[in-house]
């Protein structure tokens, strides 16, 4: 998915949704296009990272291990 972004320097681009995490973490945005509008990074709520999955393994190898021992 391509993402429209704001550069700190004023430039515009649009990026790969794979690459906005890095600029973000990295400091060099400063702001980005969701589907219900412009997210500025001083001010907006933005998705932080995401906790460790603390529960059972999800592959067929761990459910399998799981079920029969």
Same mark, same amino acid.
Request: glycine share 12%; net charge positive; aromatic share 10%.
């Given at each position: 998915? %391509?993402?429209? +972004?704001?550069?700190?320097? $004023?430039?515009?681009? &649009?990026?790969?949704?794979? +690459?906005? @995490?890095? %600029?973000? /973490? ?10 219900? $509008?412009? =997210?500025?990074? !001083?001010? !907006?709520? &933005?998705? /932080? @990272?995401? %906790?460790?999955?603390?529960?059972? $393994? /999800?592959? =067929?190898? !761990? %459910?399998?291990?799981?079920?029969? $021992?």
């Amino acid at each position: 998915m %391509l993402i429209n +972004v704001i550069y700190r320097d $004023g430039s515009v681009d &649009i990026v790969n949704s794979s +690459v906005l @995490g890095h %600029l973000i /973490k990295n400091g060099q945005i400063f702001a980005f296009c969701r589907s219900d $509008g412009w =997210v500025r990074l !001083d001010r !907006d709520p &933005i998705r /932080k @990272g995401r %906790l460790p999955f603390d529960g059972p $393994g /999800k592959r =067929v190898n !761990d %459910l399998m291990e799981d079920y029969f $021992g």
